[in-house]
């Protein structure tokens, strides 16, 4: 068994005591994880305010050499983060490979980034110059659906722009983190990156302490506005990254089997357990059947079991508190509507079959609150504003999709459409240079792109006079 440490400072340190990780699709223990307590937190704050001012000082083009080095490490160490990413998070091989493989051409994406002077005014008075400053030592606290690419988004934004991170990945998948801190610990000077593992009880100290100036946070609307509560105190800068209830809206000039396998992707991503999943599909009435009985089909002939196995579509759902909420939500589906399809959960293992919910309501506790699971609730619609309207009726604004055989058509609704970001005939088309962000209650702020980048800096006008 790999003996996991702490990353304090440049050191591998033992944590105060421990805590098990466990593999989702067989729940038992691969591996004993150390478990920081709040003056090893601190010592982390500490070591990265200590490292900030050198860090900072660097040209931005070290800084960027140093991470793409991390990434030119990574890269060829696919294979063995991926079966410890599927270990501790369920998730199919293929899909893990494809999460490390993509965060190293993710890594090297964000580090092309620049922050140049730029000139905003310059007349017979004077020149106004906007410079792009550090903030200091930043939180990343990461969820357990994505531990890598979400880790990693946020530590390169903040340590290609100068500032020294804490990084604290979901007690249930910690593994990965601190391979990737052993990984990078080999580029960055001591201090610089530091990683503190948890069971989610100094989330509150580290969101609080005084030594941190930004918190970046992927996870739960609820601990979200517990994070934006901690940061008041001393108006810490925030990025939330938060839930979602995605709807897809389908419109009228389809192929019912095409638009089925698409929705159906989109919903069984990483088992549902992704923010910007599908988690609702608005079909028109006509070809609602149809639709319907495709994603039944979909649904019955998909493999689901231990991602371990090549053959495995679907893994298991990630942490058992999550299993018990998916299945408090089939149960209350049983009575709201039809389940046409799956439903089925496991004895051993956190499995649940895809599901899929017809006849359901608007009001059905699987429509309005997010599954984050293999479910999807699918409802009819005989209006398209009906249909929009009922998208948008909701306190999530993350992303969404819109299904047509006109793309300038679907473009017109994805435009009507109270989300961050919605795609027309396709799902998650992600690109490092494009910002993304939630409206409403899923976020604030941006990542990637050049305005997630700029979320870590803080920005600062010279007035210079002319003589």
Same mark, same amino acid.
């Given at each position: 068994m790999?003996?996991?440490q702490?990353l304090?400072?440049g050191?591998?340190?033992p944590g105060?005591s421990t805590?098990?990780v466990?593999?989702? %699709?067989?729940?038992?223990?691969?591996?004993?994880?150390? /478990?920081a307590?709040e003056?090893q937190l601190n010592e982390?704050?500490?070591?990265a305010k &200590?490292?900030?001012?050198a860090?900072?000082? $660097?040209?931005?083009?070290?800084r /960027?050499a140093k991470?793409?080095?991390?990434?030119?490490?990574?890269e060829?160490?696919?294979e063995?983060f *991926?079966?410890?990413?599927? *270990?501790?998070q369920?998730?199919p091989?293929k899909?893990a490979?494809e999460e490390i493989?993509?965060?190293?051409v993710m890594?090297?994406?964000? *580090?092309a980034n620049?922050?140049?002077e730029k000139v905003?005014?310059d007349?017979?008075?004077g020149?106004?110059i906007e410079?792009?400053?550090p !903030?200091g #030592? #930043?939180a990343?606290?990461?969820?357990w659906?994505?531990p890598?690419t979400?880790?990693a988004?946020k530590?390169? =934004?903040?340590?290609? &722009?100068?500032?020294?991170v804490?990084?604290?990945?979901?007690?249930t &998948?910690?593994?990965?983190?601190l391979l990737?801190?052993?990984l990078?610990n080999r580029?960055l000077?001591p201090g610089v990156f530091?990683?503190?593992t948890?069971?989610?009880d100094?989330g509150?100290a580290?969101?609080?302490?005084?030594d941190?100036?930004?918190?970046s946070f992927?996870?739960?609307t609820a601990t979200?506005?517990?994070?934006m509560?901690?940061a008041?105190?001393?108006v810490?800068r925030?990025?939330l990254?938060?839930?979602?209830?995605d709807a897809?809206?389908v419109?009228d000039?389809v192929d019912?089997?095409e #638009?089925a396998?698409s929705?159906?992707a989109?919903?069984?991503?990483?088992?549902?357990?992704?923010?910007?999943?599908?988690?609702r599909?608005?079909?028109?009435?006509?070809?609602y059947?149809?639709?319907c009985d495709?994603l039944?089909? !979909?649904?019955?002939?998909?493999?689901?079991?231990?991602? =371990?196995?090549p %053959?495995t579509? $679907?893994?298991?759902i990630q942490?058992?508190?999550?299993f018990e909420?998916?299945k408090?939500l089939?149960e =209350?589906?049983?009575?709201e509507g039809?389940?046409?399809?799956?439903?089925?959960?496991?004895?051993t293992?956190?499995?649940?079959?895809p599901?899929?919910v017809?006849?359901?309501d608007d009001?059905?506790?699987?429509?309005?609150?997010e599954?984050?699971?293999?479910?999807?609730?699918v409802? =009819?619609y005989?209006?398209?504003d009906?249909?929009?309207?009922?998208?948008?009726d +909701?306190?999530f604004g $993350?992303g969404?999709t819109?299904?047509?055989a006109?793309?300038e058509?679907?473009?017109?609704?994805a435009r009507r459409i109270?989300t961050g970001?919605?795609?027309v005939? +396709?799902h998650?088309?992600?690109?490092?240079d494009v910002?993304t962000?939630?409206?409403k209650?899923?976020?604030?702020g941006?990542e990637m792109?050049v305005?997630?980048?700029e979320?870590?800096?803080?920005?600062?006008v010279v007035f210079?006079?002319n003589?």
């Amino acid at each position: 068994m790999q003996n996991f440490q702490l990353l304090i400072n440049g050191q591998s340190t033992p944590g105060a005591s421990t805590m098990p990780v466990i593999n989702p %699709a067989n729940e038992e223990i691969i591996a004993q994880c150390p /478990r920081a307590d709040e003056a090893q937190l601190n010592e982390a704050v500490l070591a990265a305010k &200590t490292a900030f001012p050198a860090w900072a000082s $660097l040209d931005i083009s070290d800084r /960027r050499a140093k991470l793409l080095a991390i990434a030119d490490d990574l890269e060829p160490r696919t294979e063995e983060f *991926a079966s410890l990413l599927t *270990a501790e998070q369920g998730k199919p091989v293929k899909d893990a490979t494809e999460e490390i493989f993509g965060t190293a051409v993710m890594i090297r994406m964000l *580090a092309a980034n620049e922050l140049p002077e730029k000139v905003l005014m310059d007349n017979e008075l004077g020149r106004y110059i906007e410079h792009r400053s550090p !903030l200091g #030592v #930043v939180a990343a606290i990461t969820p357990w659906n994505m531990p890598v690419t979400l880790m990693a988004i946020k530590v390169v =934004s903040a340590l290609l &722009t100068g500032n020294t991170v804490v990084a604290k990945p979901a007690p249930t &998948t910690p593994l990965t983190t601190l391979l990737f801190a052993e990984l990078a610990n080999r580029y960055l000077p001591p201090g610089v990156f530091n990683v503190i593992t948890d069971l989610n009880d100094l989330g509150s100290a580290l969101t609080t302490h005084p030594d941190i100036a930004k918190i970046s946070f992927t996870g739960s609307t609820a601990t979200g506005k517990k994070v934006m509560q901690s940061a008041s105190s001393s108006v810490k800068r925030v990025t939330l990254e938060l839930g979602g209830n995605d709807a897809a809206i389908v419109l009228d000039d389809v192929d019912p089997k095409e #638009v089925a396998a698409s929705l159906f992707a989109g919903a069984m991503v990483n088992c549902g357990q992704i923010c910007l999943a599908i988690k609702r599909a608005y079909v028109p009435s006509a070809i609602y059947d149809e639709v319907c009985d495709e994603l039944v089909n !979909l649904a019955d002939n998909m493999k689901v079991g231990d991602g =371990s196995d090549p %053959a495995t579509e $679907l893994g298991p759902i990630q942490n058992k508190m999550q299993f018990e909420r998916v299945k408090e939500l089939l149960e =209350s589906a049983r009575t709201e509507g039809n389940i046409v399809a799956g439903g089925d959960v496991s004895d051993t293992g956190f499995f649940v079959r895809p599901t899929i919910v017809r006849d359901v309501d608007d009001s059905a506790r699987i429509v309005r609150e997010e599954q984050f699971g293999p479910i999807l609730p699918v409802l =009819s619609y005989d209006d398209l504003d009906d249909a929009i309207a009922r998208a948008n009726d +909701s306190s999530f604004g $993350l992303g969404g999709t819109v299904w047509t055989a006109n793309a300038e058509r679907g473009a017109e609704v994805a435009r009507r459409i109270h989300t961050g970001i919605c795609w027309v005939n +396709s799902h998650m088309a992600f690109h490092p240079d494009v910002a993304t962000g939630g409206a409403k209650q899923s976020g604030l702020g941006q990542e990637m792109g050049v305005e997630g980048i700029e979320e870590f800096t803080q920005r600062h006008v010279v007035f210079t006079p002319n003589a």
